[in-house]
């Protein structure tokens, strides 16, 4: 079984008055794990990951996949020890230029789904959030994955998370096997 956690703090304290996050989520969990000597760090292909630098000359280091959203203060973090983990966060608010954004960024079958519907705002966030959670895993193929077209999708597991109104958010992970096992989220 695959491990996620994920926090959701509104008007998070972790975001106010800092240019960067980072050093903020380092002492969360530092306060969290009872460990001192954590960083986290943008490995090769641009995502962040936290690693334990006690540990880094020893073949067992525990790398920590991490994942970041905000909107306004409110912050969505994923973290796993197990799976390539992608989340986004978006506040759903009416949007003028909702269908020529999809037409540009969402595939065919989307697009018919968005139009036909009574409830576009809802399901255009749906779908965006899922698309920049999967994105944030595919790291830099955004056309590709926005047109439905994300690369490793049969390794990919996907879940929304709920957060209540007037949020929409989802979790992407990836694993390494074929056969992607079961996902346990544990909220923080």
């Known amino acids: ?4 956690y994920v ?7 972790l975001l106010r008055n800092h240019k ?13 794990t009872g460990r001192e000597n954590l960083t986290i760090f943008s490995n090769a292909r641009g995502k962040p990951q936290m ?21 306004e203060n409110n ?22 230029n909702l269908l020529s954004l999809a037409k540009r960024f969402f595939s065919e079958e989307e697009l018919l789904l968005l139009q036909k519907t009574k409830s ?5 966030y749906h779908l965006w959030t899922k698309k920049e959670a999967i994105y944030k895993i595919d790291n830099g ?6 047109k439905g077209k994300a690369h490793n999708q049969a390794k990919m597991m996907i879940r929304e998370l709920n957060l209540g109104e007037p949020f929409c958010a989802h979790l992407a992970g990836l694993t390494a096997s074929p056969k992607p096992k079961k996902l346990l989220i544990q909220y923080i």
């Not at 079984?1 to 996620?4: E, L, Q």
């Not at 912050?75 to 003028?96: C, N, T, W, Y």
């Open 1 to 4: 079984m695959s491990r996620v």
């Open 51 to 71: 690693v334990d630098r006690q540990l880094v000359d020893r073949q067992s280091q525990r790398v920590f996949h991490l994942s970041i959203s905000h909107k």
């Open 7 to 13: 926090l959701f703090e509104r008007q998070s304290p």
């Open 20 to 32: 960067t996050h980072y050093p903020s989520l380092i002492n969360f969990f530092k306060k969290m």
């Open 75 to 96: 912050l969505l973090l994923a973290f796993s020890p197990d799976l390539e983990v992608g989340v986004d966060l978006e506040i759903k608010q009416p949007r003028k």
């Open 120 to 124: 576009a705002n809802q399901v255009f």
């Open 141 to 146: 193929k955004f056309l590709a994955t926005l």
